[in-house]
């Protein structure tokens, strides 16, 4: 009987010893942010353009609603800004701030065809790597244009050409992303 006492003892202090692991520590988790609305606001003098993209659906039936609010000019330099909200709230929360808390884990992407001719980052993170929050965007002669703009969730943001805005080796995922349809005049 004592063997048999000393056996389940044994086990008892085992099993207490192999659950009780560093591995129990909590895991912090990160919700991702819901982002309905994107607003690109670019401006230049007493000029304004907004961009925005409004998806209230999410992934449901319905596409996004993108609207541009004027023609951008020819050879001229903007400084934009990007707003996300979250609209499903009341009143909308500024998903903005949240990127701006975590920027280090977030970078704004700006892949443009046609009449715009450069992106360049205007603001950086802790590290001193971009973050797209603020931009400047330079506009070449008179045409079309295609200006998408795509947040990332978690990008490599030491990864070849990354900080210069290159999306190839970025990785991570996308949080949001819009295209919009620009005439520069």
Known sequence: MKII????????????????S?????????EEEVITTMNVTLTSGSQTVTLTSQDL???????????????????????????LLNETESPAENVTEEVEEENADHQF????TGAIADTDYADVDANGDPVGIDFTLTTGDAGTATLQVILRHLPEKDAEGVSDGDITNANGETDFQAEFEITVE
Do not use: M
């Open 5 to 20: 006492k000393h056996s389940i003892l044994a086990l008892v202090a085992t099993i207490s010893f192999v659950s009780c």
């Open 109 to 112: 992407f700006f892949i443009s």
């Open 57 to 83: 659906d999410g992934d449901g039936p319905n596409a996004p609603e993108i609207t541009v609010s004027g023609n951008l000019a020819a050879n001229t330099t903007y400084t934009g800004n990007v707003e």
């Open 22 to 30: 560093d591995d129990d520590t909590p895991q912090v988790i990160n």
